[in-house]
């Protein structure tokens, strides 16, 4: 059983930038996609970016496209979210999971398609 690890969370100005780490232990995740989702306070849990296994296809929600980059080290067990430009609608916990599925935008993009989460890491954008 993996498990999930989110850091990098904090607060930071509108504009400025954070970068989001997620440490798996006890399983590789070399062979599955991951992805970060947040959540809101008050707002359902949405999807914001994924990476497939290997790296090769990244997907993105509409809105952090452009301003959000996932990237994995699979040598290491990271998965990162460098998160720049950022707004005051990007404040929410941030969770990291790992899929069923290795790659695809539809089966990466929906939560059901995951199966481990991480506890969640809180970012905060004052305006």
């Known amino acids: 059983q993996v498990q999930l690890v989110e850091s990098g969370g904090g607060l930071v100005q509108a504009g400025g930038s954070l970068r989001l780490s997620c440490a798996a232990s006890g399983r590789t995740l070399s062979r599955q996609g991951m992805g970060w989702f947040r959540q809101a306070p008050g707002k359902e849990r949405e999807f914001v970016a994924a990476i497939s296994w290997n790296g090769g296809s990244t997907y993105y929600a509409d809105s952090v496209t452009g301003r959000f980059t996932i990237s994995r080290d699979n040598a290491k067990n990271l998965v990162y979210l460098q998160m720049n430009s950022v707004k005051p609608e990007d404040t929410a916990v941030y969770y990291c999971?790992?899929?069923?599925?290795?790659?695809?935008?539809?089966?990466?993009?929906?939560?059901?398609?995951?199966?481990?989460w991480g506890q969640g890491t809180q970012v905060t954008v004052s305006s």
């Open positions: 999971a790992q899929s069923l599925y290795n790659s695809g935008r539809y089966a990466l993009g929906l939560s059901s398609g995951y199966d481990t």
